[in-house]
């Protein structure tokens, strides 16, 4: 079966902690993996699409990196306007399935 | 460029009655798709349109859900009769590929449903 899982759910931030964020997925032939931000009360906002493994995105502060089972959002020096909800999804045949996402809250 | 329109985007209705969202997508896309996120869980495929016709409704849950695409432009999703369940933010995306590889899938803000 498919699946997406994305940790951590939640996480708090200073301004300025470099973190990661991991979504791990077990799909039959990936042919895509999607990063989005979500803002309260908005729809999913597209970050990055990797393809295949050892691919790296990056994009201001954010740099979306991808393994085989596994991909990972670093977020460098972030800044409070970098909290948000962040989703992964996998490209099954012309469908997205969304992980359940992670919460960032980032503090001045 | 415009993008993808919801409306509305809240709806409060009770258990029973029928609603109908809408969505515009971004002009010359023919792939249209809805997704809902229901409290708590992650946000779910139902339905994807390729120009007016369904490719896949895999993921509508019942035959309460209708989804229709009028010469492959807006898109309607009825629910009728709404069910408490039913309750949930229902997004759209449109691409202009099968995988828009460059740009990923455009989302609408979506509709927020409550169902009483």
């Known amino acids: 079966e498919d699946q997406v899982t994305q940790s951590p759910e939640a996480l708090r931030l200073q301004e300025g902690e470099s973190s990661s964020l991991n979504c791990s997925y077990t799909?039959?032939?990936?042919?895509?993996l999607f990063w989005y931000r979500q803002d309260p009360g908005k729809g999913p906002e597209f970050l990055f699409t990797?393809?295949?493994a050892g691919e790296e995105k990056e994009k201001e502060r954010l740099k979306a990196t991808l393994t085989k089972k596994e991909s990972f959002l670093h977020i460098t020096a972030p800044k409070p306007e970098d909290s948000a909800t962040y989703l992964c999804a996998v490209d099954l045949r012309g469908k997205l399935q969304f992980g359940a996402g992670t919460q960032v809250v980032v503090t001045p | 460029e415009a993008g993808v329109t919801q409306f509305p985007s809240h709806s409060v209705i009770e258990k029973g009655q029928t609603v109908t969202l809408r969505c515009d997508p971004i002009s010359g896309h023919d792939n249209l798709y809805w997704y809902r996120r229901v409290m708590g869980k992650e946000i779910k495929f139902l339905l994807h349109f390729v120009k007016e016709s369904k490719q896949d409704e895999s993921g509508m849950p019942n035959n309460r859900f209708l989804a229709e695409r009028t010469g492959g432009t807006y898109s309607t999703l009825k629910v009728q009769p709404a069910e408490l369940e039913d309750s949930g933010v229902y997004f759209c995306a449109s691409s202009q590929l099968p995988r828009d590889r460059s740009y990923g899938y455009t989302f609408g803000s979506g509709t927020r449903l409550t169902v009483v």
């Open positions: 990797l393809y295949s």
């Open positions: 799909v039959s032939g990936l042919r895509g």
